[in-house]
């Protein structure tokens, strides 16, 4: 039970906006993170879903429901996420070893012009993306901020984590933990996949969030591409780096289901 209660601490005090907590990260405290960090996305997702009902009564044109849909998940989890997505920019964009490129992930002070450009760029699509999002996509999209935090912890739980990160103390080393772990967050995508589908039926366009889901995998097939051919294996900014990009393919393969004639 305490390790059920510190993880569900250390997954909201890292993971979401908040005070950072005093416990110390360690295997023990984090057993059972990774099947907290999706309901940081739930918060996400609710927002977002709400603010889809609220906002053609108080906004007139799209750019600011765009705005909001964009920064809102950023700020409920406190730029974690983001942060990754610039540490892997900076060192994709460095064309080193992999040592070298694995030490520009643990550097706080390492700031590169690409990786500042990718995220300036990253927002742009973003927003222009949301922007022309038609609001019953709205609806099935939201789910993206579950689903991507849930296949980051299957993907840390999975495949092989480059020795010495920080994100070796989210595994635990007892199997049958380990397993539930990934089994709930299956669960959780298997959960959003069928809302979304049940959404997307209602007005008829079932091919929207097939589409969205695929633009999951192509995510995260990426995304182990990268971690395999540059670095070795995965850490945290790279899974952090595939959560950011998750939350703008799977929205532009929505729009793309909307907008393909076929």
Same mark, same amino acid.
């Given at each position: 039970?305490?390790?059920?209660?510190?993880?569900?601490?250390?997954?909201?005090?890292?993971?979401?906006? !908040? !005070?950072?907590?005093?416990?110390e990260?360690?295997?023990?405290?984090?057993?059972?993170?990774?099947?907290?960090?999706?309901?940081? !996305?739930?918060?996400?997702?609710?927002l977002?879903?709400?603010w889809?009902v609220?906002?053609?009564?108080?906004?007139? *044109?799209?750019?600011?429901p765009?705005?909001?849909?964009?920064?809102?998940?950023?700020?409920?989890?406190? !730029?974690?996420?983001l942060?990754?997505?610039?540490?892997?920019?900076?060192?994709?964009?460095?064309?080193?070893?992999?040592?070298?490129?694995?030490?520009?992930?643990?550097?706080?002070?390492?700031?590169?012009?690409?990786?500042?450009?990718?995220?300036?760029?990253?927002?742009?699509?973003?927003?222009?993306?949301?922007s022309?999002?038609?609001?019953?996509?709205?609806f099935?999209?939201?789910?993206?901020?579950?689903?991507?935090?849930?296949?980051?912890?299957?993907?840390?739980?999975?495949?092989?984590?480059v020795?010495? *990160?920080?994100?070796?103390?989210?595994?635990?080393?007892?199997?049958?933990?380990?397993?539930?772990q990934?089994?709930? *967050?299956?669960?959780?995508?298997?959960?959003?996949?069928?809302?979304?589908?049940?959404?997307?039926?209602?007005?008829?366009?079932?091919?929207?969030?097939?589409?969205?889901?695929?633009?999951?995998?192509?995510?995260?097939?990426?995304?182990?591409?990268?971690?395999?051919?540059?670095?070795?294996?995965?850490?945290?900014?790279?899974?952090?780096?595939?959560?950011?990009?998750?939350?703008?393919?799977?929205?532009?393969?929505?729009?793309?289901?909307?907008? *393909?004639?076929?």
């Open positions: 039970m305490k390790g059920l209660v510190n993880s569900f601490i250390m997954a909201f005090s890292g993971y979401a906006a !908040g !005070g950072k907590s005093k416990l990260r360690t295997k023990e405290n984090c057993s059972f993170i990774l099947i907290f960090i999706p309901l940081i !996305g739930l918060i996400s997702t609710v977002v879903n709400r889809a609220l906002y053609p009564y108080v906004c007139e *044109n799209p750019v600011l765009a705005v909001f849909a964009v920064v809102v998940p950023i700020i409920i989890s406190g !730029g974690s996420n942060k990754g997505f610039f540490k892997v920019t900076d060192a994709l964009s460095s064309h080193k070893s992999k040592e070298e490129k694995l030490k520009i992930l643990t550097l706080d002070d390492h700031s590169g012009y690409s990786a500042i450009i990718a995220c300036i760029v990253y927002f742009l699509v973003a927003i222009g993306i949301w022309e999002m038609p609001i019953d996509g709205i099935v999209v939201a789910f993206t901020y579950i689903i991507s935090r849930s296949l980051f912890g299957i993907s840390l739980l999975t495949m092989k984590i020795p010495g *990160n920080k994100a070796e103390n989210f595994v635990p080393d007892n199997k049958l933990v380990k397993w539930f990934v089994l709930v *967050n299956l669960g959780f995508i298997a959960i959003s996949a069928v809302l979304m589908y049940d959404i997307a039926l209602s007005f008829e366009m079932v091919k929207v969030a097939i589409i969205c889901l695929v633009g999951a995998v192509i995510s995260y097939l990426y995304y182990i591409y990268i971690a395999k051919r540059h670095f070795g294996g995965l850490t945290e900014e790279l899974a952090s780096f595939f959560v950011t990009v998750c939350e703008v393919v799977m929205p532009f393969a929505t729009l793309f289901a909307f907008k *393909n004639p076929f």
